[in-house]
């Protein structure tokens, strides 16, 4: 313990030394703080722009968009999910800024160690359960001690019905409730419930949907035949609704021209819709199907919403009013999209179908799991989920392309209750890294994690005695948005210059910038306190190489007004001299408490010949680094 402690004293005076070079080199290394930049590496170019939210408030929240190039041919360059690493990391007087390297840099923050994290990482993410005990739980699966995993836990009005994540403004939005229904928004970096709303009329079944972009939440209201929308960005938190009769529910598909709000109807109608000029919701489109539409997505090759009605997959025209109904034979309880929208993918009635949405015909058949109704896909293998939850089965999605049938059944846990028939709520999602599966097992009360095409859990995480309704990933990483482009939200606490730090793999770049995030209100707050001042008094020479010093301390308002600061007990004074590196540290003491010399202290040191010293001081009660305490007036160089 005693060579440790020597260690790290050495390495701190090692730390000292280039911070006090470089921050009397006042600022040589500073550079603009435009919200956009270039970084060149590696023969790739990385345009990064950051855009604080448009809501108004300083609250430390924006968003970082990433457009990755080569930069010969200019072509879009792409990661996988986790090959994209962004961190930022506050720039402080207290480390060698100009001295460490942009790979040193990186290298810091992916090893482990007290220090190393930090300030805001963009690679993170959590498990979100929402319970049937009125709870929404924050688990974070990179802590190692099993215990400690759960982070937070948010208690809810009422049940939970639904949930929608807006990633761009830091919120999810839960659905509670029936008579009467409430949305409430939760903080998801601070994890409380920052609003809360009453829908209009009788909530009984009622459906959610988001729009982001449009940064409006919709809900379908089926015990009032009503549609109603709310205006996130709006001050007056209010609803505005319009008739649908016999709607269902609402959903949103996302398309490559954004997210499309879509009501499905009881008498077969599927509407699209919008917001007029003064936000009161109106249909834009609609289209009339042989049956009610029961799940909608959008297959981006082919440009068609597809859809299923319980017995058949519907390929719908957005522009136009043209529907095609494909039957399968089987009953449809659920459908994902595979290959940009190649493929669809339909499970019910024990039986699963891959059909080709360029030709309209069924590409692969297969027997399922009894009472399989959930999908689930990761990268490369697509899982029919049981609906007791005890058993499911896995194709790889390369044997389907193929035409080969060949599924492989897994356990994930103990046979629960029949899950309802909301594709929404889903308890078995793909892992961040979109190489697995997460399973929360409502009988158990366990999230079970299976690596991609496993036969058996590789691991799990308690859900500390809740029964989990859903679960869903808050994933805090970057996102391709499109080829070579990527955003990522961010949240902080404490705005300034920062570095951005970015780093890819495969192909392999490192790049680091500066960006000067706004400061916060909480932040404008904490730092509107008095700041302290220390002013040079007295250094004269004594007997020999003595030398005694006196400073005086004071607080000076943001209005310039100041008085002197008696009794700080661990006022320390630190000699430093740039050229050499020698240093010296020793506690000042308060010389009087009245007059003149309220506010001073003194002390008396021995100084090696030829040293040209510089003074700062510094106290952990007043929060006063050495680097915000240089004193004032003293002289570059003495006898």
Not at 29 to 48: C, E
Not at 291 to 301: I, R
Not at 390 to 399: I, K, Q, T
């Amino acid at each position: 313990m005693r060579r440790l402690a020597s260690s790290l004293r050495w390495l701190v005076r090692l730390a000292v030394v280039p911070t006090l070079c470089g921050m009397l080199l006042d600022g040589a290394l500073a550079r603009s703080d435009d919200a956009s930049g270039i970084i060149r590496d590696a023969g790739m170019q990385l345009r990064w722009n950051y855009e604080k939210n448009s809501n108004g408030a300083n609250d430390g929240l924006g968003q970082l968009t990433f457009d990755i190039s080569d930069e010969a041919s200019g072509n879009p360059l792409r990661y996988a999910p986790g090959q994209l690493a962004v961190w930022l990391q506050r720039q402080r007087p207290t480390l060698a800024e100009g001295e460490l390297a942009c790979r040193d840099r990186v290298k810091s923050l992916v090893s482990t160690g007290v220090g190393r994290r930090a300030d805001v990482d963009l690679n993170t993410y959590r498990i979100l359960s929402l319970n049937a005990d009125r709870t929404l739980a924050f688990i974070n699966p990179f802590v190692g001690l099993n215990n400690a995993k759960l982070e937070s836990i948010v208690p809810l009005p009422d049940t939970p019905r639904a949930w929608v994540h807006a990633p761009s403004r830091g919120e999810l939005w839960v659905l509670t409730g029936d008579a009467p229904a409430r949305l409430v928004a939760v903080d998801t970096h601070r994890r409380q419930i920052v609003r809360a709303l009453d829908l209009p009329g009788d909530g009984a079944g009622a459906t959610l949907a988001l729009d982001e972009r449009g940064a409006r939440v919709w809900v379908a209201q089926p015990a009032v035949g009503r549609v109603a929308v709310l205006d996130l960005a709006g001050r007056d938190a209010a609803w505005r609704s319009a008739a649908a009769a016999r709607v269902r529910r609402m959903e949103a598909v996302e398309t490559p021209d954004g997210p499309v709000i879509l009501s499905t109807h009881a008498d077969g109608r599927l509407q699209r819709w919008g917001a007029n000029a003064a936000g009161v919701p109106q249909v834009l489109h609609g289209w009339s199907l042989p049956q009610p539409a029961q799940q909608l997505a959008f297959s981006t090759l082919a440009r068609r919403l597809v859809a299923h009605d319980g017995q058949a997959l519907l390929s719908i025209d957005p522009a136009g009013s043209a529907v095609r109904r494909l039957a399968l034979g089987h009953p449809v309880a659920d459908i994902a999209i595979v290959d940009e929208g190649r493929y669809a993918i339909a499970v019910g009635g024990d039986r699963m179908s891959m059909v080709d949405l360029a030709t309209g015909t069924v590409h692969a058949r297969s027997a399922t799991v009894p009472g399989a109704s959930r999908l689930a896909l990761t990268q490369r293998f697509v899982y029919a989920v049981g609906n007791d939850e005890a058993n499911a089965d896995l194709w790889a999605l390369a044997d389907l392309r193929a035409g080969r049938v060949q599924p492989v059944r897994i356990l994930l846990g103990s046979a629960g209750v029949p899950q309802g028939d909301d594709h929404r709520l889903r308890r078995a999602i793909a892992a961040a890294d979109g190489a697995g599966l997460l399973v929360a097992n409502a009988a158990d009360r366990l999230i079970y994690q299976y690596a991609e095409g496993m036969m058996a859990p590789v691991g799990s995480y308690s859900n500390y005695k809740r029964t989990p309704l859903a679960i869903a990933l808050l994933d805090l990483a970057p996102r391709e948005v499109s080829p070579g482009r990527y955003q990522v939200p961010v949240r902080y606490d404490t705005g300034g210059m920062h570095h951005l730090i970015v780093s890819g793999a495969g192909p392999r770049f490192v790049g680091c910038d500066r960006v000067a995030l706004p400061m916060t209100s909480g932040q404008a707050e904490r730092e509107s306190v008095p700041e302290l001042k220390v002013r040079l008094v007295e250094d004269k020479p004594l007997t020999g190489a003595r030398r005694r010093i006196v400073v005086a301390l004071s607080e000076q308002t943001p209005q310039g007004s100041g008085q002197p600061l008696a009794q700080v007990s661990d006022l320390t004074l630190l000699m430093f001299d740039k050229r050499s590196g020698w240093q010296h540290r020793v506690h000042l003491g308060e010389i009087g408490a009245a007059g003149d010399a309220t506010g001073r202290y003194a002390v008396e040191v021995s100084v090696p010949p030829g040293v040209a010293y510089d003074l700062f001081v510094g106290s952990v009660s007043r929060d006063l680094p050495f680097v915000r305490g240089r004193v004032q007036g003293a002289p570059e160089t003495r006898p």
